[in-house]
């Protein structure tokens, strides 16, 4: 065999090899949606049948009546935060999850008086294990009706400047904004009950600001009501029911890049035809050894 033709085949088995660890291993990142460990989303993208969103450019492609979760731990650009106008303005649901990124910059740029507080909200006595995992157990009447007694959150902030707002819900009179990090309750930190949900009218659409993304992840997503709380958030304006959560804006290690670019592919060879070109190449290599080997042997 020649040793052009035993590269080859190295190659294509170092290629298949990549792609099925690739494929099978697990992110690690913060809110991916590939990611099967404590700090991932998998569990919510299962239980909601949410897709995943490469590119804020896909809105353009959405149905009108869709939910998008935005969780902007990077800065949009410009283009972007119009494309997120555009998308509610025309009857879609934004969901902007935050605590620490640029949610305030989204805000102001959607002319919504509310803002992510500064410092991180503790509360002593409504809290799971530590006053870090505040439970919320303070809602509206239309988020009570949808079975939703408490919520877990963990490190969470705060909302402030809610305006005309409607407040979905509220952290507990014992709580407080910790500014400087001591964790006691100094008497320039704003004191409890603080706005931890808001929601906006806007145009034809409906933005929904939360003062912690951290209720999406796999550990999280099952304490208390948290799965319940967000079924009511997507349910508040989704009418054909399609959920869709930005990616784009999430920092990503080289591991999603490759397998949102390997999933990406598959889309792709799903394609019939697609699939079939593939099947000729296979064939054509597999024709070209052949012959190779033939020729040897003469």
């Known amino acids: 065999m020649k040793l052009s033709r035993i590269f080859s085949i190295v190659i294509v088995l170092v290629v298949v090899i990549s792609v099925i660890v690739i494929w099978f291993q697990s992110s690690v990142q913060d809110f991916m949606d590939t990611n099967t460990t404590w700090n991932g989303i998998k569990d919510f993208m299962v239980t909601f049948n949410a897709s995943s969103m490469d590119s804020m450019a896909a809105l353009e492609t959405v149905p009108s009546k869709s939910t998008l979760i935005?969780?902007?731990?990077?800065?949009?650009?410009?283009?972007?935060?119009?494309?997120?106008?555009?998308?509610?303005?025309?009857g879609g649901t934004l969901i902007l999850m935050d605590d620490f990124g640029y949610g305030n910059a989204i805000l102001e740029k959607l002319n919504i008086s509310a803002?992510?507080?500064p410092g991180i909200l503790l509360d002593p006595l409504f809290c799971y294990k530590n006053p870090e995992m505040p439970k919320i157990v303070t809602f509206s009447p239309a988020i009570t009706a949808a079975s939703v007694e408490a919520i877990t959150l963990n490190r969470a902030t705060s909302l402030e400047n809610i305006g005309n707002g409607e407040v979905l819900a509220s952290s507990s009179d014992t709580s407080f904004m910790d500014l400087n990090g001591n964790g006691s309750p100094d008497q320039n930190e704003p004191k409890g009950p603080c706005a931890m949900a808001v929601k906006y009218p806007m145009s034809a659409g409906i933005v929904e600001v939360v003062a912690d993304p951290s209720v999406l992840i796999?550990?999280?997503?099952?304490?208390d009501e948290n799965t319940q709380f967000m079924g009511y958030l997507l349910g508040a304006g989704a009418e054909e029911n399609d959920v869709y959560i930005d990616k784009s804006h999430l920092p990503s290690s080289p591991l999603d890049i490759a397998k949102t670019k390997l999933i990406?592919?598959?889309?792709?060879?799903?394609?019939?035809?697609?699939?079939?070109?593939?099947?000729?190449?296979?064939f054509i290599f597999v024709s070209l050894n052949a012959t190779g080997?033939?020729?040897k042997i003469d």
């Open 70 to 90: 935005v969780i902007p731990s990077l800065k949009f650009s410009d283009g972007d935060t119009l494309r997120l106008e555009q998308f509610v303005q025309g």
């Open 115 to 117: 803002r992510f507080a």
């Open 218 to 223: 796999n550990t999280m997503l099952p304490m």
């Open 264 to 282: 990406a592919a598959r889309r792709i060879v799903s394609n019939p035809f697609a699939l079939v070109g593939a099947l000729a190449l296979v």
């Open 293 to 295: 080997e033939d020729d």
